[in-house]
């Protein structure tokens, strides 16, 4: 499915700058920040919003601090590539809180990506042997783990015109 990017002018393009950076910046920061007064900027979020290109405002949350010390990265196989399986595997891997980002990938075995966090080798055992590999079509799963981050970001380019 190839979806027509919508056309955002200078304007648009750093609000959406400056809200991926800090989503709790507030209306009056935000619109001085972007050159606008109050008002506008207020529409032209709401507008973003609206138009889908906003999907979600969060708080980045620490996850050691919650003493969540372990990262997985998780190669998923399943053993037939029919919609309902796939469907199936997706339900059940969306309430898994352990999993903080699950993709459909293409060009190696696996058919799934999981990102999960976790406790510890202790309670990603439980996750992986309790949880992960008893949902229906599961057939392989290959992990490895995170020694250190070199790159986190939330924000992605926005496009210039």
Do not use: W
């Not at 400056?18 to 709401?46: D, H, I, M």
């Amino acid at each position: 499915m190839n979806i027509q990017p919508l056309l955002l002018d200078r304007l648009d393009r750093r609000i959406l700058q400056v809200l991926q950076a800090n989503a709790g910046v507030s209306n009056l920061e935000l619109a001085e920040q972007v050159g606008l007064s109050p008002t506008p900027c207020a529409r032209r979020v709401k507008r973003l919003m609206s138009e889908g290109i906003i999907t979600h405002q969060v708080a980045m949350v620490d996850p050691k601090k919650l003493g969540l010390n372990l990262t997985a990265h998780v190669s998923v196989t399943m053993d037939r590539h029919t919609p309902d399986r796939f469907e199936t595997f997706e339900e059940a891997v969306s309430s898994l809180p352990e999993v903080v980002d699950c993709c459909v990938v293409t060009g190696q075995s696996a058919d799934y990506l999981l990102k999960a966090v976790v406790r510890d080798m202790a309670h990603y055992e439980q996750f992986l042997l309790g949880k992960l590999t008893r949902i229906d079509g599961v057939t392989g799963v290959h992990s490895s783990f995170e020694l250190r981050r070199v790159v986190t970001r939330t924000a992605i380019s926005v496009p210039d015109d």
